[in-house]
């Protein structure tokens, strides 16, 4: 069962910051909160993941509330390759499936 | 990050014909892979998992007899759709499961393969 709500769907302009939010009310204290991502007709890429502080990579930052029932996926600089589908997935750090939620569809414009 | 690949990447087939799915593994070992079916403009929707030597465990309302999954090897999974009806077209996307340490393990996914029936 996904366990996320995310908006639809997202517009951004070109060149400036993509910020995709994610609420998880009822995630554990050990689950942690993944980022995939998936361009149109490929496989999910990953991008960031984290528990409780807050994560970046060269891809993105992960910022998590203190109460950790809500988080926000920015991508500082967004580009018109950014333009897919977003999803946030809690899951144990050893855990074993991800269940996949409806995501956000987040559009670059130019 | 490791990479998995899937053979084909794209197939059409007659009604009535058994389509075989590759997921490979190609610079690691994997002792558990996961097959995932995606429909136009839908989330992936988790179907099975499969373990390296045992038989897979099958999502509620997945048919085992319709998808049949074989972990014959640690890098090799693979999925038959068998008699494949127009219905089961759909995006079929499989991943792959890494231990990194004791407690912590990491999923790669394929670049999918996208089946049609005619």
């Known amino acids: 069962d996904a366990k996320t709500t995310q908006p639809t769907s997202m517009d951004c302009a070109e060149g400036r910051a993509a910020n995709l939010p994610c609420n998880h009310s009822t995630i554990s204290g050990n689950e942690y909160v993944y980022w995939y991502r998936q361009i149109h007709s490929q496989g999910p890429q990953y991008i960031i993941h984290g528990l409780k502080n807050n994560e970046t990579n060269e891809m993105a930052s992960l910022i998590i509330t203190e109460d950790r029932k809500s988080s926000t996926l920015i991508l500082p600089h967004a580009t018109l390759r950014d333009t897919a589908v977003y999803y946030c997935?809690?899951?144990?750090?050893?855990?074993?499936?991800?269940?996949f939620g409806t995501g956000t569809s987040l559009t670059v414009i130019p | 990050g490791a990479v998995v690949s899937q053979h084909p990447s794209r197939v059409i087939c007659k009604s009535g014909t058994s389509v075989k799915i590759e997921c490979r593994s190609l610079d690691f070992q994997a002792t558990t892979m996961f097959w995932y079916r995606q429909f136009p403009k839908k989330s992936l929707m988790l179907m099975a998992t499969s373990n390296e030597g045992s038989k897979a465990t099958y999502e509620q309302g997945v048919e085992k007899d319709k998808f049949l999954i074989n972990h014959a090897s640690l890098t090799l999974s693979t999925l038959t759709v068998t008699s494949a009806h127009p219905e089961d077209s759909s995006f079929y996307i499989c991943?792959?499961?890494?231990?990194?340490?004791?407690?912590?393990?990491?999923?790669?996914f394929g670049p999918g393969t996208r089946l049609t029936v005619l």
């Open positions: 997935i809690v899951r144990f750090l050893i855990g074993n499936q991800f269940y």
């Open positions: 991943s792959a499961r890494v231990r990194r340490t004791r407690d912590y393990n990491e999923q790669f």
